[in-house]
């Protein structure tokens, strides 16, 4: 192969200044010219053949269009010899523009067997306006990394794809996220933050094994891979990195656990989340209702946790659902649907939705206008524990606590009543035994006959979440079987009472099963 350069005059008039070219007798497959002012031309060797098969010959241009176009000309030898066309090493070959001084034109050239080869011209201007040209061994530096990292970079200037390729490389997970959080502070202490709110839990994501925190970097320099102090439990689902110029690279894990400025990042921190995610419940509910469908029980654990500690950064972020609307709804849509007259947050604890529509409670309850949130999960019950009140409303459990739907005159009339079924109540407490710690009228069983509540305490559910967590310390609570003097199998057990009392022996034993059911 020999390579020639010239010009071509506005006629279009070609002089030739070949240079010495040699390459070994390996068949090429493509040739790439490049410089570092521009990139010039490529050619793949294999169609540059006439209608005959023979090698032709094709010119590339290099410069400006200036009256005398620089030129590279290459000629293809069949033979594939070595030749040269001059015996000089340096030679005028023409004219190039004023403001080039000095380049380098690179060849890349691919052989057959796919082996390359990488040939350099030097181009030099001289003071007498001609420029030399000469072949020298060719280096180039390669940058294996120019990127800025993605958190540095402008949020604009950053598209969708390029969050979503980002956290799926980076944390390992095929999902995509449900949102991304791509913030800066500056001020005392400055930092940039990409955070994620992943779509699904991890796989671990409950057990002692899984290790929350934020990647910590220090002016682009990692510092430590999970950083627990950056991240609080009741957000352990949020991945994500911080970097920040004002945290030193000496500093030692110890000392990351008591640095001020790290303390101030965890706060923003927390704060950016909580709001993030108010702002997903209020104006992408169904997006939310996705995330709590993964997570919310770690924010009902968070509220929990720690006697109640972080309730004001969980507590508008939890979702139950509710029997009157018939969807998940918050704390602060339930209170702001109260009915007239409503002076308490009602809830029911129980093992499915369904069951605990049909207590005796949620039926007096739901005719009287009010809603009633229905709690399924061991966790929930501990929440308004921990909560006590909601925007000034007191929780009130249905199974265990007094509605509070009486008034004075009503509570005077159930304590007379009682004092007349007085003997009813002792019959059907001799007849059960120890299977129930105390029988007594209710007024609050709607359509019921009988329900079965627990002694003052815990409640069933409860019960039944300390049997499973410590078998050796739990204890079985009192059972309470309330009966609803106005329902007519209570009326007809008193009756035979007194005309067939093992006929009544057997009412009190049906309606206590019925009570257990």
């Not at 970097?243 to 030193?248: E, G, K, R, T």
């Not at 009902?300 to 720690?306: A, E, F, H, Q």
């Amino acid at each position: 192969v020999v390579l020639d350069t010239g010009t071509i005059s506005d006629s279009g008039e070609m002089t030739r200044h070949p240079l010495l070219f040699c390459l070994d007798g390996a068949e090429m497959k493509c040739v790439r010219f490049s410089c570092k002012n521009q990139e010039l031309d490529y050619r793949d060797c294999t169609e540059q053949r006439d209608e005959y098969g023979q090698a032709q010959n094709f010119v590339v241009e290099y410069g400006s269009n200036t009256e005398e176009s620089p030129y590279l000309l290459i000629d293809w030898v069949p033979d594939k010899t070595i030749r040269a066309l001059t015996d000089n090493e340096d030679m005028t070959i023409a004219k190039l523009p004023e403001d080039l001084r000095e380049d380098v034109i690179v060849l890349e050239i691919t052989y057959a067997n796919d082996q390359t080869d990488t040939k350099a011209l030097t181009v030099t201007l001289q003071d007498s306006g001609q420029f030399f040209a000469k072949f020298v061994d060719y280096t180039e530096m390669e940058t294996l990394n120019s990127m800025v990292p993605i958190w540095q970079r402008d949020k604009k200037d950053v598209t969708e794809e390029e969050y979503e390729t980002f956290y799926r490389d980076k944390f390992f997970d095929y999902n995509k996220p449900l949102r991304t959080i791509h913030y800066n502070v500056e001020g005392n202490v400055s930092f940039k933050a990409l955070l994620y709110i992943p779509g699904k839990a991890p796989y671990d994501f409950y057990t002692k094994d899984y290790k929350r925190g934020l990647q910590l970097y220090s002016s682009g320099v990692l510092i430590m891979d999970n950083c627990e102090d950056l991240l609080p439990e009741h957000f352990r689902f949020v991945r994500g990195v911080v970097d920040s110029q004002d945290l030193s690279l000496n500093i030692s894990r110890e000392m990351l656990q008591h640095n001020r400025q790290l303390t101030i990042i965890a706060r923003n921190i927390e704060k950016k989340i909580k709001s993030e995610l108010k702002a997903m419940l209020e104006n992408d509910r169904e997006k939310y209702e996705e995330f709590y469908a993964a997570f919310g029980r770690q924010l009902k654990y968070g509220t929990v946790s720690d006697y109640g500690a972080h309730k004001e950064a969980t507590q508008d972020l939890l979702l139950f659902y509710s029997h009157k609307q018939g969807k998940l709804v918050s704390l602060k849509e339930y209170v702001d649907a109260m009915a007239e007259g409503q002076e308490k947050v009602y809830y029911a604890p129980g093992e499915n939705k369904e069951r605990l529509s049909k207590l005796p409670q949620v039926e007096t309850l739901t005719k009287k206008g009010y809603d009633v949130l229905l709690f399924t999960e061991d966790v929930d019950e501990f929440v308004p524990q921990t909560l006590m009140t909601y925007m000034e409303k007191p929780f009130c459990n249905v199974s265990t606590e007094d509605l509070g739907l009486q008034t004075e005159e009503e509570k005077k009339q159930a304590e007379e009543k009682a004092e007349e079924m007085k003997g009813l109540l002792t019959f059907v407490k001799e007849t059960l035994g120890d299977q129930v710690k105390e029988v007594k009228l209710s007024s609050e069983l709607g359509s019921h006959p009988v329900c079965m509540t627990p002694a003052e305490g815990m409640s069933f559910e409860m019960e039944k979440y300390m049997k499973r967590a410590n078998p050796e310390f739990a204890f079985p609570v009192g059972r309470v079987l309330e009966l609803n003097p106005e329902h007519e199998a209570v009326q007809a057990m008193q009756k035979a009472m007194t005309e067939d009392p093992e006929k009544a022996k057997d009412y009190a034993k049906l309606l206590c099963y019925q009570a257990q059911l």
